[in-house]
């Protein structure tokens, strides 16, 4: 299983407003939104939660997708819900409602051969949950992490303590002036990885993203997209494409291998934009992944 991804985080029905539309309760949630993009490269087992609500034929879909549910517990109530709205450049959504429901409750237990996964993504949680997850892991030979403003302010003790203990760290540039107190973003990322990870993503949304790596940095651009319809998900779909590569490959402290993880994350995210929900990833092939990547790394020369 030396491979295999094991992601905990939200599984949630999102109900999304842009300039193109709307859905209601579409399949969402940070846990599927990596998952579905990290499967495109290696098998992927979630742990989350869910309500009685939560449709038989989202459940059949994403095992469908090399998506093993074993850890997807089914709670009394209903599934999590995020209600939001964009503006028309994208740049900001305006939350309507959260509505936690069984989410509140969620309190991660590895099942099976959970804990031996080669590979561990903690998404967007309570850095408490996060930490009590990696006690119950093996051995990983990877563990990332992906965190928010709301828990660096409201536990970082916590959030430091499990800093001390990954591997690899996603959050936007905020979040990495917000953690360090340093505005400039290359002494913050030094801080950072004072902290305990060995390489540090910064994402940047419409920009890009940028790659920590010991002394090394790496910038690279979001691939254009003529018309972005949705971006709900998009930087979950990143660090899916970005973890998926790695867990793939033979061994992961290499910075020509974290280079080619970059391209494949902002691959994987434009395609996520380009529809609501999930449904530009679902009907995604494998032929129209390489197209895209082997055009964006001939832009930037990377091998």
Request: glycine fraction near 8%; charge should be positive; include cysteine.
């Amino acid at each position: 299983m030396k491979n295999t991804i094991l992601v905990v985080g939200s599984v949630a029905l999102d109900s999304v407003e842009t300039i193109h539309g709307r859905t209601n309760r579409a399949l969402g949630g940070s846990a599927v939104h990596f998952s579905l993009s990290a499967s495109q490269f290696t098998p992927v087992r979630v742990v989350g939660v869910v309500g009685e609500d939560f449709p038989a034929p989202f459940r059949k879909f994403l095992t469908r997708r090399n998506i093993c549910l074993e850890g997807l517990e089914v709670l009394p109530g209903k599934t999590f819900h995020w209600k939001g709205k964009y503006d028309q450049d994208f740049k900001n959504a305006t939350t309507i409602a959260t509505e936690l429901n069984v989410f509140e409750q969620f309190k991660p237990k590895l099942k099976g051969t959970h804990n031996k996964c080669g590979v561990l993504f903690l998404a967007n949680i309570d850095p408490d949950l996060q930490y009590d997850v990696l006690n119950q892991m093996g051995r990983p030979r990877l563990v990332a992490c992906d965190t928010m403003n709301y828990w660096i302010s409201l536990k970082k003790k916590s959030l430091m303590k499990l800093l001390g203990k990954v591997d690899l760290l996603f959050v936007n540039e905020e979040e990495a002036r917000q953690l360090t107190g340093e505005y400039n973003l290359i002494k913050a990322a030094k801080l950072v990885m004072k902290m305990g990870p060995k390489a540090l993503v910064v994402k940047r949304g419409d920009s890009g993203a940028i790659l920590f790596y010991g002394s090394q940095v790496l910038s690279v651009p979001a691939q254009p997209i003529e018309k972005v319809i949705d971006p709900t998900g998009a930087g979950d779909t990143f660090a899916g494409g970005f973890m998926g590569y790695l867990a793939a490959a033979p061994a992961w402290r290499n910075f020509d291998v974290l280079k080619r993880a970059m391209s494949y994350g902002t691959v994987m995210s434009s395609f996520s934009v380009e529809d609501f929900s999930v449904k530009r990833v679902a009907r995604l092939s494998k032929a129209e992944i390489s197209s895209r990547y082997n055009k964006y790394v001939d832009a930037l020369h990377i091998k």
